[in-house]
């Protein structure tokens, strides 16, 4: 065995009574240690190029010792028998998986001329998606595989065809079926109607609604005059069908309700719906008539929401937002200090493509600009589209963006973000090649991480020093 180990990995040194210690974290693989200085340079020697024994004497160590020393990294997840193993450990910043969901929007049409409306929807678009044409999109994701179809808009509601798509994904082609509403047209009819669809579907169905606060002045401010109170109504009737947990409530946080954090998942908890999703404006479509500083909440409040959430026990309702400015190492919040990866972004990039109701594509629903378009569903198949040159093209744009960000080249986190969302930062710049909105939001909870873990690590230190 030539072993090896990353040659960028993260290395940071602290003192504890006295003696030098580090905290060395993989990029690649997202594992982490805390060693000696005796760790720290066997992990510089496994450079894949030497035998253990070659090792050994370089650090003239005893072949034992270094044996001991090299399992134990082994088991770990920071050494590998040789570079061959590693790679294959290796998880990219971008990465070509295959697709696991589609966000479809079935019409432009809309009931509501939301403010913040990334896709400007009201009107009808000429050559809209027919039902055929949808259920060819939708064919192309597996039957029963539990694969994810998000129904949206516009309202897809509106769409005379709505029953049929939802019927045909979810029980005839057994897909888990997501829908994206304002919740206006959900009346007792259509409430029976959905609670028999979701009977039926293997894998169910979630009715995504949208609201903008927690109480009728805030959310009617960007829905419209009446809103909160017919959503309010909707809810109820979903739930009066034993519907619950096909509930999910979708909140863009702004300035004008970020402070009704707490008042909302109190508002979710009471209904005990499945899911609260927080996530934020994106600078797209009507909100370009809004001005931009009076609404994106600072960095600061992100965090303290981030710290909100991670704490609240876990309890029946799901809560769900992008407090980490994507950061993930847990499978429950996405993110968590005691989580036991070190958090990193991977941008799964075609993992849930958006299709627009004239069969555009997007590689993901963050882009939204003309410009990104890979191509039509009226042309050529997903899996093509996929293959195709221009999806090419933005999937090396992305993985090289970074190299070309100037506060990126010097950033000690650049191999755990890569720059973060090239989507968010061309929705908020008209350029890749720029930082997104949560930089400063990722440093502070990857630096957040690491504290967490080194005074962990101190305390178990100390606790053993005293039990001896
Ligand atoms: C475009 S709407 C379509 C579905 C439905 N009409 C609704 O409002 O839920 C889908 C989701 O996008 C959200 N949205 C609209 N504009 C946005 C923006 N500028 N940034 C982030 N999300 C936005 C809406 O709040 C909604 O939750
Ligand atoms: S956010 Fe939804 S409800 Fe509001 S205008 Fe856009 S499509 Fe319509
Ligand atoms: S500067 Fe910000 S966006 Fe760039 S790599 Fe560092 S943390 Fe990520």
Not at 350 to 376: E, H, L, M, T
Request: aromatic share 10%; charged share 25%; proline share 3%.
């Amino acid at each position: 065995m030539q072993p090896y180990a990353a040659r960028d990995l993260l290395v940071r040194t602290f003192y504890l009574d006295g003696e030098q210690a580090f905290f060395i974290a993989d990029p690649n693989t997202q594992r982490w240690i805390i060693g000696n200085q005796e760790t720290r340079d066997l992990l510089q020697c496994a450079d894949g190029l030497q035998s253990e024994r070659q090792i050994a004497e370089r650090l003239a160590a005893s072949p034992g010792r270094t044996e001991e020393l090299l399992g134990l990294l082994i088991n770990e997840g920071l050494v590998f028998q040789d570079k061959t193993l590693f790679r294959k450990q290796c998880m990219p910043l971008v990465c070509d998986r295959e697709i696991l969901a589609l966000h479809l929007e079935i019409t432009n049409q809309c009931n509501l001329r939301c403010t913040h409306c990334y896709l400007s929807s009201g009107a009808k678009k000429k050559n809209e998606l027919g039902l055929q044409e949808i259920m060819d999109i939708i064919d192309q994701l597996e039957p029963g595989s539990g694969k994810k179809l998000c129904i949206t808009g516009g309202e897809p509601l509106l769409h005379p065809d709505f029953f049929n798509i939802i019927e045909y994904a979810a029980v005839t082609r057994g897909l888990e079926v997501d829908i994206y509403t304002n919740a206006l047209l959900i009346d007792d009819e259509t409430a029976a109607r959905l609670q028999d669809i979701r009977d039926r579907a293997p894998f169910g169905i979630n009715i995504q609604i949208s609201i903008e606060g927690a109480d009728a002045e805030t959310n009617d401010m960007v829905r419209g005059k009446g809103v909160f109170d017919k959503v309010g109504q909707a809810v109820n009737r979903l739930i009066n069908r034993g519907m619950e947990k096909n509930i999910v409530l979708f909140v863009c946080l702004t300035k004008d309700n970020i402070s009704q954090f707490d008042a909302l998942v109190t508002m979710a908890e009471t209904l005990r719906i499945k899911a609260l999703k927080f996530s934020q404006w994106q600078k797209q479509g009507r909100t370009y008539e809004t001005s931009w500083a009076d609404k994106s909440p600072t960095s600061e409040e992100w965090i303290h929401c981030g710290h909100r959430l991670l704490s609240y026990p876990h309890r029946d309702t799901i809560l769900l937002g992008n407090f980490w400015g994507d950061l993930k190492n847990d499978s429950h919040l996405g993110f968590g200090l005691t989580g036991k990866l070190f958090p990193k972004l991977v941008c799964n990039l075609k993992v849930a493509p958006r299709i627009d109701c004239q069969g555009n594509v997007w590689s993901c629903q963050v882009f939204v600009d003309q410009a990104s378009i890979v191509g039509n569903t009226r042309k050529t198949t997903l899996s093509q589209i996929f293959s195709d040159r221009p999806y090419k093209n933005l999937f090396r744009l992305c993985t090289e963006r970074e190299s070309h960000i100037t506060e990126c080249a010097t950033c000690q986190w650049k191999s755990f973000c890569g720059g973060g969302c090239a989507g968010f930062a061309y929705a908020e710049n008209e350029n890749y090649h720029m930082r997104d909105f949560f930089c400063s939001i990722r440093t502070y909870w990857l630096e957040q991480f690491l504290t967490h873990k080194i005074e962990q690590y101190k305390l178990q230190r100390w606790s053993a020093a005293a039990n001896f």
